[in-house]
């Protein structure tokens, strides 16, 4: 059996980072984890061929060569995941869809003929034999949340590994809070799940044969969702980096009460993590309580913030603006927070309702919905009716994103990070590629952007005042001169 397993373009987002990977010549962010894991479940014997859109184009011969399509993508993703099912019904190829656009979004697609609904595991085995019996069913999906424990190790050797700024494993699956607007817990379930330490040691291990020696993403949605494993995990991780000498950094996305874990931060920060994703969403109490964020209402955010950096994290945070509380001051009083804690990467988002999830169902009942979400963060459209005034909403928030990016306003959010950020846990080396970016950096920079003066400022600070964390203020003048052009574009 020849299987083609395509993964859809990534459009011009704020996590597509594609203003800012010519600086280190990579052509795609993150590798697609879903495809390479199903890959790995499927038989020895078949013949098998990743194309992954974000890296090389899809040609009609891949199409011809093979006896079946697997197409897997996010929301973000529907748009080219419609061409690609397109091109192969043409041809004459079967397509099986499966991921988060299919899962929750399938009755979307009349021209795909099978799916694969949410997780893998516990389906896979009856749709290889359907597929080499001639008897696909239209539908494949699992009864429950699978275990991760038989989870196979990625099949790596289906990538050029050096198109790609960083890799992807997963440790955990699902999410024990009920954050009204999320669908994490629609896909993976309230129970989270995670994988033994020796398989998480074992994957890493086969990336590093594979090659491998930049940073790696930990997907979780939600890192400490199982505190007790995740520790036992972070202590297997320094034991194998102790003891094979091994340097990966790694990144990771959680909750904002990591800051209360005195215990778990310090064990990550040990390990190895240098970045993690906080779902900060908005200063207003009265906002997170009506969204269901109630970890965040429990919590200092400010503080929070500020504990990770000092303790040797950068903080990446997720903003949202279009709850039915906001007011028009919401912009400032964002703008206001992002710039004081320093969170130079900051994704405000409008609020969107996805596919199945609580506010979806709410907005849909209130007969508030809209249209479907294109899954974009940065897309400049709220799929249902806002409390706020629409126009004030949007306009708002293209000012707000805009204005954030400024150069002279993102150095300086920049700066306060700085102030407040302490390196710790292993360091790795300068690598030619870290030279490299520095001097594209200085030349598109530093050279041709209308905001090199700032730039040349912000490096000079940098290297005057925080010379430890020089390489990773350069890092952040190159992923803001993506968000800038990104926001523009709004």
């Given at each position: 059996?020849?299987?083609l397993?395509?993964?859809?373009?990534?459009?011009?987002?704020f996590?597509s980072?594609?203003?800012?990977l010519?600086?280190v010549?990579?052509?795609?962010?993150?590798?697609p984890?879903?495809l390479?894991?199903?890959?790995a479940?499927l038989?020895?014997?078949?013949e098998?061929?990743?194309?992954?859109?974000?890296?090389e184009?899809l040609?009609?011969?891949?199409i011809?060569a093979?006896d079946?399509?697997?197409?897997g993508?996010m929301?973000?993703?529907?748009e080219?995941?419609?061409?690609?099912?397109?091109r192969?019904?043409?041809?004459?190829r079967t397509?099986?869809?499966g991921?988060p656009l299919?899962?929750?979004?399938?009755?979307g697609?009349?021209e795909i003929?099978?799916?694969c609904?949410?997780?893998a595991?516990d389906?896979i085995?009856?749709?290889?034999?359907?597929l080499e019996a001639?008897?696909?069913?239209r539908?494949?999906?699992?009864?429950?949340?699978?275990?991760?424990?038989?989870?196979?190790v990625?099949?790596?050797?289906?990538?050029?590994?050096?198109?790609?700024a960083?890799?992807?494993?997963q440790f955990?699956r699902?999410?024990?809070?009920?954050?009204e607007f999320?669908?994490v817990?629609?896909?993976?379930?309230h129970?989270?799940?995670?994988?033994?330490p020796e398989?998480m040691?074992?994957?890493?291990?086969?990336?590093?044969r594979?090659?491998?020696r930049?940073d790696?993403?930990?997907?979780?949605?939600n890192?400490?969702?199982n505190r007790?494993k995740?520790r036992?995990?972070?202590?297997?991780?320094?034991d194998?980096?102790?003891?094979?000498g091994?340097r990966?950094?790694?990144?990771t996305?959680?909750?904002?009460?990591?800051?209360q874990s005195?215990?778990?931060l310090?064990?990550m920060?040990?390990?190895?993590f240098k970045?993690?994703?906080?779902?900060?969403?908005?200063?207003?109490q009265?906002a997170l309580r009506e969204c269901h964020?109630?970890q965040?209402?429990?919590t200092d955010l400010?503080?929070s913030?500020?504990i990770?950096?000092?303790?040797?994290?950068e903080v990446m945070?997720g903003?949202?603006v279009?709850?039915d509380h906001?007011?028009?001051?919401?912009f400032q009083?964002q703008?206001?927070?992002?710039q004081?804690?320093g969170?130079?990467?900051?994704?405000v988002?409008?609020l969107?309702?996805?596919?199945?999830?609580?506010?979806y169902?709410?907005?849909?009942r209130?007969g508030r919905?809209?249209?479907?979400?294109a899954?974009?963060?940065?897309?400049?459209?709220c799929n249902?009716?806002?409390?706020?005034d629409r126009?004030t909403?949007?306009?708002?928030?293209?000012?707000?994103?805009?204005?954030l990016?400024?150069?002279?306003?993102?150095?300086?959010?920049a700066k306060?990070?700085?102030?407040?950020?302490r390196?710790?846990g292993p360091?790795?080396?300068?690598r030619?590629?870290?030279?490299?970016?520095l001097?594209r950096?200085?030349w598109?920079l530093?050279?041709?952007?209308?905001g090199?003066?700032?730039?040349w400022?912000f490096?000079?600070?940098?290297l005057?005042r925080?010379?430890r964390?020089f390489?990773?203020?350069?890092t952040?003048?190159?992923?803001?001169?993506?968000?800038?052009r990104?926001a523009?574009g709004?």
């Open positions: 059996m020849n299987v397993l395509v993964s859809p373009e990534t459009p011009d987002t996590w980072f594609a203003h800012a010519p600086f010549s990579k052509r795609a962010t993150h590798p984890l879903g390479l894991t199903v890959a479940m038989p020895d014997e078949w098998l061929r990743l194309v992954d859109l974000d890296v184009p040609r009609d011969e891949h011809d093979a079946v399509v697997f197409l993508g929301i973000v993703h529907r080219s995941a419609h061409e690609i099912a397109h192969c019904h043409v041809r004459g397509v099986i869809a991921g299919f899962t929750t979004g399938h009755e697609f009349p003929d099978h799916f609904l949410g997780e595991e389906v085995e009856r749709l290889v034999a359907d001639g008897t696909l069913q539908f494949y999906e699992p009864d429950g949340f699978p275990c991760l424990d038989h989870t196979p990625p099949r790596w050797d289906l990538l050029d590994l050096d198109r790609y960083t890799m992807s494993v955990s699902g999410c024990p809070h009920d954050c999320c669908d817990v629609v896909m993976n379930g129970v989270p799940r995670t994988k033994t398989h040691i074992a994957e890493l291990e086969a990336l590093h594979a090659g491998w930049r790696v993403f930990v997907v979780d949605d890192f400490i969702g007790r995740t036992q995990f972070l202590r297997a991780l320094i194998w980096r102790e003891r094979t091994i990966m950094d790694f990144l996305e959680a909750t904002v009460d990591l800051a005195t215990e778990l310090a064990l920060v040990r390990a190895g970045k993690v994703f906080l779902g900060i969403e908005t200063p207003d009265d964020k109630l965040n209402v429990r400010e503080e913030v500020r990770l950096q000092n303790a040797g994290l945070g903003f949202i279009g709850f906001d007011q028009p001051d919401v009083r703008f206001a927070f992002i004081r804690t969170v130079v990467t900051a994704m988002g409008l969107n309702a996805l596919p199945r999830t609580k506010l169902q709410r907005l849909k209130e919905l809209l249209s479907d979400s899954g974009n963060n940065t897309d400049a459209f249902f009716v806002p409390k706020l126009d909403l949007e306009s708002g928030y293209r000012q707000l994103m805009k204005r990016y400024e150069p002279q306003v993102f150095y300086e959010r306060a990070f700085l102030r407040n950020y390196p710790h360091r790795r080396g300068l030619r590629e870290d030279v490299a970016a001097f950096s200085m598109v530093g050279l041709r952007d209308r090199r003066r700032a730039y400022g490096l000079a600070y940098a005057v925080h010379r964390a390489a990773v203020a350069v952040l003048a190159i992923h803001g001169y993506h968000f800038r990104v523009r709004l």
